[in-house]
Protein backbone atom coordinates (compact mmCIF):
# COMPACT_ATOMS: atom_id res chain seq x y z
CA UNK A 1 0.00 0.00 0.00
CA UNK A 2 1.60 3.26 -1.05
CA UNK A 3 2.08 5.78 1.97
CA UNK A 4 2.25 9.04 1.12
CA UNK A 5 4.19 11.16 3.91
CA UNK A 6 5.19 14.14 2.01
CA UNK A 7 2.91 16.99 1.98
CA UNK A 8 1.29 16.41 -1.34
CA UNK A 9 1.70 18.37 -4.45
CA UNK A 10 -1.18 21.36 -4.92
CA UNK A 11 -2.00 20.13 -8.13
CA UNK A 12 -1.97 16.29 -7.30
CA UNK A 13 -5.60 15.34 -5.23
CA UNK A 14 -5.69 12.00 -3.79
CA UNK A 15 -8.77 10.08 -4.73
CA UNK A 16 -10.99 7.00 -3.67
CA UNK A 17 -13.31 6.33 -0.85
CA UNK A 18 -12.70 6.81 2.55
CA UNK A 19 -12.44 3.96 5.24
CA UNK A 20 -12.21 5.02 9.12
CA UNK A 21 -8.73 5.88 9.59
CA UNK A 22 -5.99 4.12 11.02
CA UNK A 23 -4.54 4.54 14.10
CA UNK A 24 -1.67 3.41 15.76
CA UNK A 25 -0.98 3.96 19.77
CA UNK A 26 2.32 6.15 20.33
CA UNK A 27 3.28 9.46 22.16
CA UNK A 28 1.30 10.67 19.71
CA UNK A 29 -0.85 8.41 18.26
CA UNK A 30 -0.05 8.10 14.62
CA UNK A 31 -3.09 8.39 11.95
CA UNK A 32 -3.54 7.35 8.08
CA UNK A 33 -6.10 9.19 6.00
CA UNK A 34 -7.06 6.17 3.48
CA UNK A 35 -8.96 6.97 0.59
CA UNK A 36 -9.56 4.23 -2.06
CA UNK A 37 -5.85 2.47 -2.05
CA UNK A 38 -3.64 5.67 -0.90
CA UNK A 39 -2.88 6.61 2.79
CA UNK A 40 -1.51 9.71 3.95
CA UNK A 41 0.13 10.36 6.73
CA UNK A 42 -1.79 13.05 8.54
CA UNK A 43 0.31 13.70 11.45
CA UNK A 44 2.76 15.26 8.96
CA UNK A 45 -0.29 17.38 7.96
CA UNK A 46 -0.98 18.95 11.19
CA UNK A 47 -0.78 22.80 10.92
CA UNK A 48 -1.18 22.57 7.41
CA UNK A 49 -4.11 23.20 5.12
CA UNK A 50 -6.01 20.12 4.30
CA UNK A 51 -9.20 20.00 2.29
CA UNK A 52 -11.75 17.06 1.03
CA UNK A 53 -14.15 17.21 -1.20
CA UNK A 54 -16.52 14.68 -1.82
CA UNK A 55 -17.64 13.80 -5.72
CA UNK A 56 -20.91 12.60 -4.87
CA UNK A 57 -20.37 9.12 -5.49
CA UNK A 58 -20.31 6.58 -2.47
CA UNK A 59 -19.23 3.08 -2.72
CA UNK A 60 -20.66 0.06 -0.12
CA UNK A 61 -17.60 0.05 2.29
CA UNK A 62 -19.02 -4.34 1.95
CA UNK A 63 -19.85 -5.52 -2.03
CA UNK A 64 -18.62 -1.98 -3.64
CA UNK A 65 -21.75 -1.45 -5.73
CA UNK A 66 -22.71 2.34 -5.83
CA UNK A 67 -25.14 3.62 -3.83
CA UNK A 68 -27.00 6.87 -3.09
CA UNK A 69 -27.03 6.66 1.09
CA UNK A 70 -25.00 5.33 3.60
CA UNK A 71 -26.49 2.95 5.91
CA UNK A 72 -24.57 1.92 9.12
CA UNK A 73 -21.22 3.40 8.27
CA UNK A 74 -20.87 2.79 4.57
CA UNK A 75 -23.39 0.17 3.74
CA UNK A 76 -25.67 0.00 0.56
CA UNK A 77 -28.99 -1.09 1.68
CA UNK A 78 -29.02 -4.83 0.79
CA UNK A 79 -25.85 -5.02 2.78
CA UNK A 80 -27.35 -3.13 5.60
CA UNK A 81 -30.54 -5.54 5.74
CA UNK A 82 -28.51 -8.61 4.99
CA UNK A 83 -25.22 -8.70 6.88
CA UNK A 84 -25.47 -9.81 10.75
CA UNK A 85 -22.79 -6.91 11.38
CA UNK A 86 -25.39 -4.05 10.56
CA UNK A 87 -28.22 -6.42 12.54
CA UNK A 88 -29.33 -4.19 16.16
CA UNK A 89 -27.61 -6.66 18.41
CA UNK A 90 -23.89 -5.56 17.22
CA UNK A 91 -25.08 -2.46 19.17
CA UNK A 92 -27.06 -4.88 21.60
CA UNK A 93 -25.09 -7.58 22.22
CA UNK A 94 -27.74 -8.88 24.86
CA UNK A 95 -30.26 -9.42 22.30
CA UNK A 96 -28.28 -11.41 20.02
CA UNK A 97 -30.25 -13.22 17.82
CA UNK A 98 -28.25 -16.50 17.38
CA UNK A 99 -29.89 -18.08 20.24
CA UNK A 100 -33.14 -16.63 18.83
CA UNK A 101 -32.46 -19.09 16.18
CA UNK A 102 -32.67 -15.59 13.61
CA UNK A 103 -28.92 -14.76 13.16
CA UNK A 104 -28.53 -13.30 9.61
CA UNK A 105 -24.88 -15.40 9.75
CA UNK A 106 -24.01 -18.12 11.64
CA UNK A 107 -21.03 -18.41 10.29
CA UNK A 108 -19.94 -15.31 10.72
CA UNK A 109 -21.24 -15.05 14.15
CA UNK A 110 -19.08 -17.68 15.24
CA UNK A 111 -16.05 -16.14 14.15
CA UNK A 112 -16.64 -12.40 15.87
CA UNK A 113 -19.40 -12.75 18.49
CA UNK A 114 -18.04 -16.74 19.67
CA UNK A 115 -15.07 -14.83 20.35
CA UNK A 116 -13.58 -13.76 23.77
CA UNK A 117 -14.41 -9.70 24.67
CA UNK A 118 -13.28 -7.59 27.05
CA UNK A 119 -15.64 -5.63 29.39
CA UNK A 120 -14.05 -2.19 29.75
CA UNK A 121 -13.66 1.18 31.15
CA UNK A 122 -12.22 4.31 29.17
CA UNK A 123 -12.64 8.11 29.43
CA UNK A 124 -13.22 10.32 26.65
CA UNK A 125 -15.36 12.48 27.92
CA UNK A 126 -16.15 10.97 31.64
CA UNK A 127 -16.31 7.63 32.81
CA UNK A 128 -17.97 4.98 30.54
CA UNK A 129 -18.11 1.29 30.24
CA UNK A 130 -17.62 -0.75 26.62
CA UNK A 131 -17.44 -3.68 25.22
CA UNK A 132 -14.69 -4.91 22.23
CA UNK A 133 -13.32 -7.92 21.20
CA UNK A 134 -10.22 -8.72 22.43
CA UNK A 135 -8.58 -8.36 19.32
CA UNK A 136 -9.98 -4.66 19.10
CA UNK A 137 -7.32 -3.48 21.24
CA UNK A 138 -6.84 -0.48 21.23
CA UNK A 139 -7.94 0.35 18.66
CA UNK A 140 -11.01 0.79 19.98
CA UNK A 141 -9.93 3.32 22.18
CA UNK A 142 -7.96 5.27 19.88
CA UNK A 143 -11.16 5.33 17.26
CA UNK A 144 -13.50 6.62 20.74
CA UNK A 145 -10.51 9.44 21.32
CA UNK A 146 -10.58 8.13 24.69
CA UNK A 147 -7.22 9.06 26.53
CA UNK A 148 -7.23 6.18 29.54
CA UNK A 149 -8.78 2.79 29.24
CA UNK A 150 -8.91 -0.11 31.32
CA UNK A 151 -9.98 -3.70 29.96
CA UNK A 152 -11.77 -5.02 33.53
CA UNK A 153 -13.56 -8.30 32.85
CA UNK A 154 -13.18 -11.38 30.03
CA UNK A 155 -16.10 -12.94 28.64
CA UNK A 156 -16.51 -15.88 26.08
CA UNK A 157 -18.63 -14.44 23.68
CA UNK A 158 -20.68 -11.32 22.59
CA UNK A 159 -23.65 -11.62 24.23
CA UNK A 160 -22.43 -12.60 27.34
CA UNK A 161 -20.21 -8.98 27.10
CA UNK A 162 -23.95 -7.94 26.65
CA UNK A 163 -25.37 -8.70 29.45
CA UNK A 164 -22.38 -7.56 31.73
CA UNK A 165 -22.38 -4.08 30.24
CA UNK A 166 -25.96 -3.98 30.92
CA UNK A 167 -25.56 -4.28 34.15
CA UNK A 168 -22.90 -1.68 34.29
CA UNK A 169 -25.48 0.42 32.90
CA UNK A 170 -26.86 0.89 35.97
CA UNK A 171 -24.14 2.93 37.15
CA UNK A 172 -22.16 4.36 34.33
CA UNK A 173 -22.55 5.76 31.13
CA UNK A 174 -21.98 3.26 28.00
CA UNK A 175 -21.75 6.84 25.54
CA UNK A 176 -19.05 9.30 24.86
CA UNK A 177 -20.25 12.95 24.67
CA UNK A 178 -17.80 13.99 21.18
CA UNK A 179 -18.25 17.61 21.61
CA UNK A 180 -16.23 17.38 24.90
CA UNK A 181 -14.06 14.68 23.96
CA UNK A 182 -12.98 16.99 21.39
CA UNK A 183 -12.88 19.68 23.72
CA UNK A 184 -9.59 18.12 25.25
CA UNK A 185 -10.52 19.40 28.41
CA UNK A 186 -11.13 15.37 30.19
CA UNK A 187 -9.91 15.24 33.44
CA UNK A 188 -8.05 12.10 33.99
CA UNK A 189 -9.51 10.10 36.49
CA UNK A 190 -8.26 6.96 38.88
CA UNK A 191 -9.63 3.89 36.29
CA UNK A 192 -8.11 1.30 38.61
CA UNK A 193 -10.49 2.51 42.03
CA UNK A 194 -13.52 3.70 39.08
CA UNK A 195 -12.94 -0.50 38.58
CA UNK A 196 -12.79 -1.59 42.09
CA UNK A 197 -15.90 0.60 43.45
CA UNK A 198 -17.86 -0.34 40.70
CA UNK A 199 -16.77 -4.52 41.00
CA UNK A 200 -18.01 -4.29 44.66
CA UNK A 201 -21.36 -2.35 43.93
CA UNK A 202 -22.49 -5.00 41.44
CA UNK A 203 -21.04 -7.98 42.91
CA UNK A 204 -24.59 -9.48 43.48
CA UNK A 205 -25.50 -8.68 39.23
CA UNK A 206 -22.52 -10.63 38.48
CA UNK A 207 -22.84 -13.27 40.77
CA UNK A 208 -26.25 -13.84 39.12
CA UNK A 209 -24.61 -13.82 35.48
CA UNK A 210 -22.28 -16.44 36.87
CA UNK A 211 -24.96 -18.48 38.26
CA UNK A 212 -26.46 -18.39 34.54
CA UNK A 213 -23.67 -18.93 32.69
CA UNK A 214 -20.34 -20.47 34.71
CA UNK A 215 -18.68 -19.71 37.59
CA UNK A 216 -16.02 -19.34 35.32
CA UNK A 217 -17.54 -17.11 32.26
CA UNK A 218 -17.15 -14.08 34.15
CA UNK A 219 -13.37 -13.91 34.45
CA UNK A 220 -11.91 -10.61 36.38
CA UNK A 221 -8.86 -8.88 34.38
CA UNK A 222 -6.09 -7.58 35.79
CA UNK A 223 -4.18 -5.15 34.18
CA UNK A 224 -2.23 -1.98 33.91
CA UNK A 225 -4.71 1.37 33.14
CA UNK A 226 -3.77 2.41 29.44
CA UNK A 227 -3.70 6.20 27.93
CA UNK A 228 -3.47 7.61 24.90
CA UNK A 229 -2.04 10.59 23.46
CA UNK A 230 -3.04 12.27 19.79
CA UNK A 231 -1.75 14.49 18.04
CA UNK A 232 -3.74 17.44 18.69
CA UNK A 233 -1.85 21.37 18.27
CA UNK A 234 -4.75 23.26 19.41
CA UNK A 235 -8.43 22.17 20.70
CA UNK A 236 -11.59 23.68 19.49
CA UNK A 237 -12.93 26.22 21.96
CA UNK A 238 -16.62 26.15 20.56
CA UNK A 239 -17.16 22.64 18.55
CA UNK A 240 -18.65 23.12 15.13
CA UNK A 241 -19.37 20.19 12.47
CA UNK A 242 -18.81 19.50 9.07
CA UNK A 243 -21.30 17.56 6.51
CA UNK A 244 -20.15 16.29 3.22
CA UNK A 245 -23.74 15.68 2.71
CA UNK A 246 -24.45 19.23 3.44
CA UNK A 247 -21.17 20.86 1.91
CA UNK A 248 -19.56 18.81 0.11
CA UNK A 249 -16.19 20.65 0.23
CA UNK A 250 -14.52 20.78 3.82
CA UNK A 251 -11.16 22.52 4.16
CA UNK A 252 -9.36 24.08 6.92
CA UNK A 253 -6.34 24.26 8.33
CA UNK A 254 -5.50 20.89 9.99
CA UNK A 255 -5.14 21.50 13.99
CA UNK A 256 -5.67 17.88 15.35
CA UNK A 257 -7.20 14.33 14.69
CA UNK A 258 -8.59 12.66 17.61
CA UNK A 259 -10.83 9.71 17.65
CA UNK A 260 -11.91 9.46 13.98
CA UNK A 261 -12.48 12.94 13.81
CA UNK A 262 -10.55 15.43 12.31
CA UNK A 263 -9.89 18.76 14.19
CA UNK A 264 -9.52 22.04 11.41
CA UNK A 265 -9.52 25.64 12.15
CA UNK A 266 -13.12 25.49 10.14
CA UNK A 267 -14.70 22.69 12.43
CA UNK A 268 -14.62 19.03 12.53
CA UNK A 269 -15.76 16.19 10.67
CA UNK A 270 -15.92 12.34 11.58
CA UNK A 271 -14.89 10.74 8.79
CA UNK A 272 -15.95 7.28 10.25
CA UNK A 273 -19.60 9.47 9.21
CA UNK A 274 -18.62 9.54 5.87
CA UNK A 275 -17.18 5.65 5.09
CA UNK A 276 -17.72 4.92 1.43
CA UNK A 277 -18.10 8.33 -0.02
CA UNK A 278 -15.55 8.90 -2.67
CA UNK A 279 -13.55 12.63 -1.71
CA UNK A 280 -10.45 13.82 -3.21
CA UNK A 281 -8.17 15.05 -1.02
CA UNK A 282 -5.54 17.92 -1.38
CA UNK A 283 -2.94 19.21 1.03
ZN1 LIG B 1 -23.32 -3.52 -0.27
Redesign the pocket.
Given at each position: MPVVTEPLDTATALQGCLSKMTIEPGSPARYLLRAGEVRLDLNACLGKPLRLEWTGAIA?T??G?ATRKSFAQG??Y??FKRLAQCDTCIMKPELCHFFEGTCREPDWAERHCFQPHVVYLANASGLKVGITRSSQMPTRWLDQGAVQALPILEVDTRQQSGFVEMLFKEEVSDRTNWRAMLKGDTRALDLVAERDRLLSRLDAGLANLRERFGADAIRPLDVAPLSFDYPVLEFPAKVVSHNLDKQPVVAGVLQGIKGQYLILDSGVINLRKFTGYEVKVST
Amino acid sequence: MPVVTEPLDTATALQGCLSKMTIEPGSPARYLLRAGEVRLDLNACLGKPLRLEWTGAIACTHCGRATRKSFAQGHCYPCFKRLAQCDTCIMKPELCHFFEGTCREPDWAERHCFQPHVVYLANASGLKVGITRSSQMPTRWLDQGAVQALPILEVDTRQQSGFVEMLFKEEVSDRTNWRAMLKGDTRALDLVAERDRLLSRLDAGLANLRERFGADAIRPLDVAPLSFDYPVLEFPAKVVSHNLDKQPVVAGVLQGIKGQYLILDSGVINLRKFTGYEVKVST
